[in-house]
């Protein structure tokens, strides 16, 4: 039996994170330049936002390109920046009724690229049988260095007092606040760290480590991922006992 069959609809979670790795390694093991990786990859995202919508998971998103990707050689960024506005499908999303969101330090994307991408948003932003999340030019450290800027900007101006300061706002002032933490965060190719991604908003998801490459990551693959995550119990803090009581 398939993993795919195993998969109890009515406890999927509501929103699955995934941060993409080994594009590089998949090209690499087959001869080919680094760029079929990416695009490969890119392939599987496609695929992906229909098997991630088959499921019932209302949030899914995904590590594109990180803070620190910027200092990977320089002909492969221009790629991985060409490859993106090349990949963005808008009508995948409209025909699927998804609606699409980006999240990170956009200013440093290409003109031509983040205008592209602030258009699909604009263009899906009514639809509501899913919402895909690309994470690009993001890292943690900087969306939670940036609410920090924020919210002290806030009390130095007396918008706000410094009691008030707690999770709730800070939570309200990161990039992530028109949707849920993530219940299930994935990472394929074998490496197990968050790489800088999504650190405040993970701190009570479940972990799921693969090592299967990402453009090999099928529907099969990730309900297995969801399948595992639905033999857990999220306690958040309290006992075995208290939440099977509950």
């Known amino acids: 039996m398939s993993y795919i069959e ?4 009515e406890a999927v979670p509501a929103h699955v994170a995934i941060i993409m790795d080994g ?3 998949w ?12 695009q490969a ?23 594109t390109f990180s803070t620190e990707n910027w200092s990977r ?4 960024v221009a790629a991985l920046m060409a490859l993106l506005f090349d990949s963005i499908e808008e009508e995948l999303f409209v025909k699927n009724n998804v609606s699409f969101r980006i999240i990170g330090d956009l200013a440093k994307l290409p003109d031509n690229v983040r205008e592209r991408l602030q258009q699909c948003e604009r263009n899906t932003a009514d639809n509501d049988a899913m919402t895909l999340v690309l994470a690009l030019s993001y890292s943690s450290k900087w969306e939670i260095t940036e609410a920090v800027r924020s919210i002290a900007q806030k009390v130095k101006s007396g918008d706000v007092e410094l009691d008030d300061v707690n999770d709730e706002l800070i939570s309200s002032s990161l990039t992530t606040s028109f949707m849920p933490d993530p219940d299930l965060l994935i990472r394929t190719g074998k490496e197990q760290r968050l790489s800088n991604f999504l650190l405040w908003q993970c701190a009570y ?3 799921y480590f693969t090592e299967v490459l990402w453009p090999d990551f099928d529907k099969n693959e990730l309900c297995k991922a969801v399948c595992d995550y639905q033999k857990r119990q999220r306690r958040y803090g309290k006992t075995g006992e208290q939440v099977v009581a509950k």
Request: aromatic share 6%; net charge neutral.
């Open 73 to 76: 050689p320089q002909e492969e």
């Open 205 to 207: 998801s479940e972990f």
């Open 23 to 25: 594009n590089g390694r």
């Open 27 to 38: 090209a690499q093991l087959r001869g080919l330049p680094r760029c079929e990786g990416h």
């Open 6 to 9: 195993q998969v109890n609809k």
């Open 41 to 63: 990859g890119a392939a599987t995202v496609h695929r992906l936002v229909e098997d991630a919508l088959s499921l019932g998971i209302r949030y899914l998103t995904l590590y």
